[in-house]
């Protein structure tokens, strides 16, 4: 299947193609090497998501390349595909794109980093719009419901990580 937009890996540089909403959400998880490399393996392996109470169906043990993947919340399904990863000394992450059956059209990443001074963020940048009627008729509610996820996401990646600074 195609992806549902024309701009794939954008999240990657960090652009938002126009006509589409921004989304940039910046949590800090913890300090330390073993921080970074336990949130890296739990964004990696989907344990994250699946942290979250969300479904994740796919084949690919890991968020790689090409990999399908359908986000599941009671009865939505969002048909995804992994556009890019990242596997650096101080970068950890991943983006996906929406396919057709989406209810929302564009990509989200998923990035762990270590800053200089040892502190691990999780940051969520996505572009979006609506792609089914329900999405559309949601509005501003819908763009809310994308922020508390990716804040969501931020505290749950905290609490696995408790425990764990150097």
């Known amino acids: 299947m195609p992806f549902t937009y024309e701009d794939v890996g954008a999240t990657r540089d960090g652009r938002c193609p126009p006509g589409f909403h921004p989304l940039h959400v910046r949590t800090r998880i913890g300090e330390g090497q073993d921080v970074f ?11 994250l998501h699946r942290a979250l109470g969300v479904t994740i169906t796919t084949d690919a043990p890991e968020a790689t390349p090409g990999a399908d993947v359908t986000v599941g919340l009671g009865l939505l399904k969002a048909p995804c595909r992994v556009v890019w990863t990242a596997d650096e000394a101080r970068r950890t992450g991943w983006a996906y794109g929406t396919l057709p059956g989406h209810p929302e059209c564009g990509e989200e990443a998923f990035v762990v980093d270590r800053t200089g001074d040892g502190t691990v963020w999780l940051t969520v940048t996505a572009f979006s719009r609506p792609a089914k ?13 994308q ?10 990646l905290r609490r696995m990580c408790e425990g764990l600074e150097d």
Do not use: P
Request: charge should be positive; glycine fraction near 14%; include cysteine.
């Open 133 to 145: 009627w329900y999405a559309r008729a949601g509005g501003a509610a819908t763009r809310g419901f």
């Open 147 to 156: 922020y508390a996820y990716a804040r969501r996401c931020g505290v749950v």
């Open 37 to 47: 490399a336990a949130a890296g393996r739990a964004l990696m392996s989907w344990d």
